[in-house]
Nanobody
């Protein structure tokens, strides 16, 4: 069993920055892909960024150049650095890990508003 705990969400003005963290715990015996999805009110959950066990990253077109995903040396914590935030970035951000089945965090709210 794997547990994911997210932190770092909040309220920020357009153009601001936030850093989300997601710590995985449990019986982790291999580094698998981790990443972030977000869900805006009334919309489906969309992929934001992923990082594979080997470090390869992938981003949604809407966040390329503004967001950066990384993980710690142990591979158990993933971060999402979000810069130049826009109101369209508002939503609940969910962390996941493929281990190999997919586990989800509880979500953290990000609100970008003036």
């Amino acid at each position: 069993q794997v547990q994911l705990v997210e932190s770092g969400g909040g309220l920020v003005q357009p153009g601001g920055s936030l850093r989300l963290s997601c710590a995985a715990s449990g019986r982790l015996y291999k580094i698998y892909t981790m990443g972030w999805y977000r869900q805006a009110p009334g919309k489906q959950r969309d992929l934001v960024a992923t990082i594979a066990g080997g470090g390869d990253t992938n981003y949604a077109d809407s966040v390329k150049g503004r967001f950066s995903i990384s993980r710690d040396n142990a591979g158990n914590t993933v971060y999402l650095q979000m810069n130049s935030l826009k109101p369209d970035d508002t939503g609940v951000y969910f962390c996941y890990i493929d281990h190999p089945m997919r586990y989800w965090g509880q979500g953290t709210q990000v609100t970008v508003t003036a």
